[in-house]
């Protein structure tokens, strides 16, 4: 190797790659933020493309991107202080303007007003793919899962190369009999190091060092050396084989649990929406219903007052007509205020800006058909293709190597160490690369620990003995708690489907009686016929909530059974079977043999509809399940895994 110039620099030598990579920090730390990202979202597409079942890999747009090195955050006197600022005047230097309760009144008349032309319509599918969109905490579930895709970024490059350089200077002073040495020395080390999975790591160090003589006495002015060191560490029994991958092992396994977590977590809250929704829609029903009542009530006391003027009615039905409309008028203002509530809630949870002017189409609805309800095999589904319950299984498997990791730390410690340095001509005052293969030193020993103090040990494998009976129990205790939640929501459908053909049978009943009572209007108090009113109107609520009951209830259906699939939009994907219903299929599904047809709360004819039959229920079926099933990850069962 050739020598180094005669007029070595050590100095702009060494500080040439500082002042390099302070001039390019900026751009790399931008441009490595940008290469986390894109590593980060393959390794999710991966995971999610493995996990199967129609999952979708989420996007992260709305991460903020760090374009310059002034979008990173910095130190501020607002984030260093050690008293955050508090406002909390004192009540005198408070000021409350007084309102005007007319005011107060009208503003909530203008408050329950129609929406406003340029409001957006949201049906449910709409809404749902705003919420995939926008909502809080779905966000929140994504970073969850970008969170765990990073933590095992770390975990791989720990095991990859990693490189380091380092660079110091020194300066030293001799004083002899009166005279000075004064030198200054700089070193620079790059090193490479690789962790290995079977335990242990190698090093390769790479070391020169450059001496200047700022006073010298006698002899040369400049020095310089060089040297290669190789080295090896590698455990025999403890911390060796798989035990010293735990961490990779662990993140990798974590990075799936996580993909099944979120996925399971994306059916959950469109489900959560979905509800929500069609309770918005009963409310909205609700409030309708209310109208009618109070414009009924309104010509009840009309017509009331007309028989009092001709003096067929006493005072006092009049006045109890007149008071009746006053506590419509109340309770349907009641019922747009909770209404009004519900809508703020539901936009919160959406991550709509509080100006956006929207309103719910529930003239669009979303209806399902009925399952099959055969419990033997829908339990047997949920066992199998509940995500939740197949990472429990793995979890068990966990419990089990945390039992062989702690075992190998009673183990005694039997090390390997090796390690070779070449290093250039002591005799030369340049070195350079030259390297003396006379001057090269070989090191190898063996390092034999007696395992005299393992009580640590020993405590920590009897925690990890417990921890295994733990999962062992939380198989068979969320593989109880799905087999419960399938079976409770079979009976939901079973229960929702009785109550509305219940409540559809009670409405025919309530309109033949108003019917009657119309009739014999002027033979009837109007306390008889504002009784009947209330009865329909309560029946008419109840028939709506019989309907939401359905719907829920057979979206949860698929939910408990691991059967529940949506798309990257939010939208509903439906198994073979379970397609939409038409509109047709929908009012035959909710009428249940009766008209369906609301009449007014004073009707003037009867309703010919026949009397519907009561639905056949299914008999629960308690055959047991495949030993395969149970207690074993998703898989081996002879069923494939979505």
């Known amino acids: 190797m050739p020598h180094l110039p005669h007029r070595f620099r050590p100095g702009r030598f060494l500080l040439s790659p500082a002042i390099a990579f302070v001039a390019l920090a900026p751009a790399g730390c931008n441009q490595g933020l940008t290469e986390v990202d894109r590593k980060a979202s393959n390794l999710i597409a991966q995971r999610t493309e493995a996990l199967g079942g129609d999952a979708i890999a989420p996007g992260f747009e709305h991460l903020t991107a760090v374009r310059t090195e002034a979008d990173l955050i910095r130190h501020t006197p607002e984030n260093t202080s050690r008293t955050p600022a508090t406002r909390n005047p004192a009540a005198g230097d408070l000021t409350i303007a007084r309102g005007d309760a007319r005011t107060e009144v009208e503003r909530l008349l203008r408050r329950y007003a129609d929406a406003p032309e340029d409001a957006e319509r949201f049906t449910l599918q709409e809404t749902l793919k705003y919420a995939v969109t926008n909502a809080r905490e779905y966000k929140t579930a994504k970073e969850e899962l970008l969170l765990a895709a990073l933590r095992l970024l770390i975990q791989r490059h720990q095991f990859g190369p990693r490189f380091f350089n380092e660079m110091s200077a020194a300066f030293t002073g001799d004083a002899e009999e009166g005279d000075y040495e004064i030198a200054t020395r700089l070193i620079n080390e790059f090193r490479v190091t690789q962790r290995l999975e079977t335990g242990g790591q190698i090093s390769a160090r790479a070391l020169v060092s450059a001496t200047e003589q700022l006073r010298r006495r006698v002899g040369d002015r400049e020095s310089q050396s060089a040297s290669v060191i190789l080295s090896a560490d590698i455990p025999l029994l403890r911390g060796a084989g798989d035990v010293a991958r735990e961490s990779l092992i662990s993140a990798e396994r974590e990075m799936v649990y996580a993909t099944r977590t979120f996925e399971r977590f994306r059916q959950q809250f469109l ?248 009739l014999r209007r002027a033979d009837v108090t109007t306390r008889t016929i504002i009784d009947a009113q209330d009865e329909y109107a309560a029946a008419l609520d109840a028939r709506d909530a019989a309907i939401r009951n359905v719907r829920v209830a057979i979206m949860r259906y698929l939910l408990e059974t691991g059967q529940f699939r949506v798309d990257v939009n939010g939208q509903f994907i439906a198994p073979p079977g379970m397609e939409q219903l038409t509109p047709q299929e929908a009012k035959d599904l909710y009428e249940m043999g009766t008209s369906g047809e609301r009449v007014s709360i004073t009707p003037d004819s009867e309703s010919e509809s026949p009397v519907g039959t009561a639905p056949v229920v299914p008999q629960e079926t308690e055959q047991p399940l495949d030993e395969e099933v149970r207690g074993k990850p998703a898989g081996e069962s002879g069923q494939e895994s979505p």
């Open 271 to 518: 489900f959560n929406i979905a509800t929500d929704y069609f309770d918005l829609i009963r409310t909205q029903a609700q409030i309708e219903n209310a109208r009618r009542v109070l414009a009924s009530r309104q010509a009840l006391a009309r017509e009331t007052e007309a028989l009092y003027a001709s003096g067929r009615k006493p005072q006092f039905e009049l006045s109890e007509a007149r008071a009746r409309v006053l506590s419509s008028e109340n309770n349907l203002a009641d019922q747009q205020d909770r209404a009004a509530v519900q809508l703020e809630r539901f936009r919160i949870r959406l991550g709509m800006p509080p100006d956006h002017p929207y309103f719910l189409d529930t003239a669009s609805s979303f209806d399902l058909p009925v399952p099959a309800l055969d419990m033997s095999e829908s339990v047997r589904r949920g066992l199998l293709y509940r995500l939740d319950l197949q990472t429990t299984r793995d979890r068990l498997e966990d419990a089990r190597r945390g039992v062989a990791n702690a075992r190998n730390e009673l183990l005694p410690d039997l090390n390997l160490s090796a390690s070779m340095t070449l290093i250039t001509d002591p005799g030369l005052r340049r070195g350079g690369l030259q390297f003396d293969d006379d001057e090269i030193d070989y090191t190898a020993g063996i390092t034999f620990g007696l395992p005299l103090d393992r009580e640590i040990e020993r405590i920590g494998l009897r925690q990890a003995t417990i921890s295994l009976e733990r999962a062992q129990r939380a198989i068979r205790n969320d593989e109880d708690n799905v087999e419960l939640s399938i079976r409770s929501a079979m009976r939901d459908i079973q229960l929702a489907l009785f109550s509305l053909q219940i409540q559809n049978e009670s409405v025919r009943i309530i309109e033949r009686r108003l019917t009657g009572l119309q």
